[in-house]
C-alpha cells in the first residue's frame, strides 16, 4: 500500500505520495536431485527374495526333507548321516547372518526378513482394498468397511495357506505334501504341521505383523550383542538446525518411529525410507537430506569419505577379525566336506563273531560286512577288488554289484585264501579297494588264518 503525506505550500495542496522500494523477492530455491531410491531397492529386493522363497525348496536347491532324511543343498543330495557337512553349512548361515549384523546393523531385517516382506505386503494390501472399496462402491462408510475386511480375511487366508505350503516343503517333498493339503490330511505329522502353519500364519497377517519384530524376534535382540561403534546405523544430523518439521520421516516409517530422537532405537531396521522421505522433501528446497545411512554414531556417511572401505567397517577390530575367522573356518570345513564327499558311500567291516572258516581242502574263509549307499541320483556300479592277499578271492560275489539311487546295500561277502597261498599263520594285512566311476576308497583290513599252520 503506498504512503501519503499532506501538507500546505501558497495556499495550495500539496499532496506527496511516496512509495517503499519493494522488499526484494526471495530467489526461489532451486531444487536438486533427491538421491538414492531405497524404496525402490527395497522392493526389488523383496520382490527377488520372494522367488528365492518359493524356489529354494520346490527346486530342491535347499531344503530337509524329514521323512526320507535328507538335507539338500544346492547340487548335493546329503543324506543324514552326512552331519559334518549339514554341520558346517547351517554354522556357515549363521554366521553370515551374525557378520552382516555386526557390519550392516539391521539392514537384514529391513531388506531380506521374510517376516518383515509379507508383514509389509499385508499392510499394503488392507490399504489399497480400503481405498479401492471405498472409492467403487456405494454404501454406508460402515458398510464398505465390513466388506474391505471381508475381502482381505479371505485374500489372507488364502496367502496363508499358499506360505504355510511353501514353508513346509522345506522339510516335507512338496508333492508329497500337495497329496496332503488336497487330502485335507491332519492325521499324519506333514498335516498337522501344515494346518498349524496356516492358522499361525493367518494370526501373523491379521494381527501380529511388524509387532513381532520389536517384541519376540530373538534376532532383534542379538543385534545388541553383535553391533559396535563402526556398525552401519540411519542417524539424523541436523547441525544448522535446517529440519522444518514436515514430519515427512515419521509418516514413511512403518516401524512408527522417529529417527530424529536416537539412532539406537530397538524398532529401527536400518531400511532407509526415512532418508528417501527426507531427501525428497529438502531436495525441493534445493538442500540435502538430513538422514543418512552411516558407520557409527560419528563415522563417515556411507559412500563418502577418502578412507578405503576395509578401514570403514573397522576390520582391525578384534570382535570382528574373531567372527569373520569363524566365518572362514565353517566356509573351509564345509569347502573341504564337500570336495571329500563321494556319490557312494562305502563300509567294510571285518566279521569277527566267527575268526575264521577252513573247510575240508585247507581253504580259509574271513567274513566282511559291506555296506554301500548310493547318495546320487544316477545308479552307481560298484567294484570291489583284493590287494596284496595272494590268491585270494570273492566268494559268490561277482566283484560288481549295482545299486539304484538312494538304495543301500548290506550283506556279508566271503574271502577265500586257497591252503596253497602265501599267507603267514595267524594276521595277514591287505588291503580291499572300492572304485565306483572316478570314485576311489581303500580299506586296511586284516585276514586271519589259523595261527599254528595245520592245513
Ligand atoms: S527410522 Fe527410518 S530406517 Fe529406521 S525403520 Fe523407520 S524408516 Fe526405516
Ligand atoms: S523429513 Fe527431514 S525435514 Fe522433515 S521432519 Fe524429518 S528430518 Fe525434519
Known amino acids: 500500500m503506498p504512503a501519503t503525506e499532506s501538507g500546505s505550500e501558497s495556499g495550495s495542496q500539496l499532496v506527496v505520495i511516496s512509495e517503499k522500494p519493494p522488499a526484494p523477492r526471495k530467489a526461489r530455491p532451486t531444487p536438486i536431485d533427491p ?50 557337512i549339514i554341520f558346517f553349512s547351517m554354522m556357515f548361515l549363521m554366521f553370515v547372518v551374525a557378520a552382516m549384523a555386526m557390519l550392516w546393523g539391521r539392514v537384514y531385517c529391513g531388506y531380506l526378513c521374510p517376516q518383515m516382506i509379507f508383514s509389509e505386503a499385508s499392510i499394503a494390501l488392507e490399504s489399497w482394498l480400503q481405498r479401492t472399496i471405498n472409492k467403487h462402491v456405494g454404501g454406508s462408510t460402515r458398510l464398505r468397511s465390513l466388506l474391505s475386511k471381508a475381502v482381505f480375511y479371505v485374500l489372507a487366508g488364502l496367502a ?37 502353519t496356516t492358522i499361525l500364519t493367518l494370526i501373523d497377517f491379521l494381527f501380529v505383523r ?3 519384530c520389536t517384541t519376540v524376534c530373538p534376532y532383534g535382540y542379538l543385534q545388541g550383542m553383535l553391533t559396535d561403534g563402526h556398525t552401519l546405523l540411519v542417524h539424523y544430523r541436523d547441525e544448522k538446525h535446517e529440519c522444518i518439521e514436515c514430519m ?13 530422537n536416537s539412532p539406537y532405537q530397538i524398532e529401527c531396521v536400518g531400511c532407509g525410507e526415512c532418508i ?9 528446497l534445493g538442500k540435502p537430506g538430513l538422514i ?10 556411507l559412500f563418502t569419505g577418502d578412507r578405503p572401505w576395509y578401514q570403514k567397517i573397522g576390520i582391525r577390530d578384534p570382535k570382528r577379525m574373531l567372527v569373520l575367522l569363524v566365518l572362514l573356518f565353517y566356509a573351509t570345513g564345509l569347502f573341504t566336506a564337500l570336495s571329500m564327499r563321494h556319490a557312494m558311500l562305502v563300509q567294510l567291516a571285518p566279521v569277527r563273531t566267527t575268526l575264521y572258516r577252513v573247510d575240508k581242502d585247507g581253504t580259509v574263509f574271513n567274513t566282511f560286512h559291506l555296506r554301500a549307499a548310493n547318495r546320487s541320483r544316477q545308479q552307481q556300479t560298484l567294484v570291489l577288488s583284493i590287494e596284496s592277499l595272494p ?26 585264501a586257497p591252503a596253497g597261498a602265501a599267507l603267514v599263520p595267524g594276521v595277514n594285512h591287505f588291503r580291499l579297494i572300492s572304485r565306483v566311476g572316478n570314485e576311489q576308497d581303500s580299506f586296511d583290513e586284516t585276514f586271519i588264518t589259523p595261527f599254528q599252520d595245520s592245513r
Not at 566283484?399 to 539311487?405: E, H
Request: net charge positive; aromatic share 14%.
Open 35 to 84: 538421491g538414492f531410491h531405497y524404496h525402490r531397492l527395497r522392493k526389488a529386493v523383496h520382490v527377488i527374495c520372494v522367488a528365492v522363497f518359493f524356489l529354494l525348496p520346490l527346486t530342491n536347491l535347499m531344503r530337509i526333507d524329514i521323512p526320507r532324511q535328507r538335507f539338500y543343498f544346492f547340487s548335493y543330495e546329503l543324506w543324514i548321516s552326512e552331519f559334518s
Open 160 to 196: 496363508s495357506v499358499v506360505l504355510a505350503f511353501v514353508f513346509i516343503s522345506y522339510f516335507v517333498e512338496p508333492r508329497d505334501l500337495l497329496h496332503r493339503l488336497l487330502s485335507l490330511d491332519i492325521k499324519t505329522a506333514g498335516g498337522i504341521a501344515g494346518a498349524t
Open 210 to 212: 511388524l509387532r513381532f
Open 248 to 260: 515427512k520421516c515419521l509418516r514413511v516409517c512403518h516401524m512408527g518411529i522417529d529417527i530424529r
Open 276 to 284: 528417501e522421505g527426507c531427501n525428497v522433501i529438502l531436495a525441493k
Open 292 to 301: 543418512h545411512y552411516v558407520w557409527g554414531e560419528t563415522g563417515e556417511r
Open 391 to 416: 590268491g585270494a578271492h570273492f566268494v559268490a560275489f561277482e566283484n560288481a554289484a549295482l545299486i539304484n539311487p538312494g538304495q543301500t546295500m548290506e550283506r556279508d561277502i566271503e574271502i577265500a
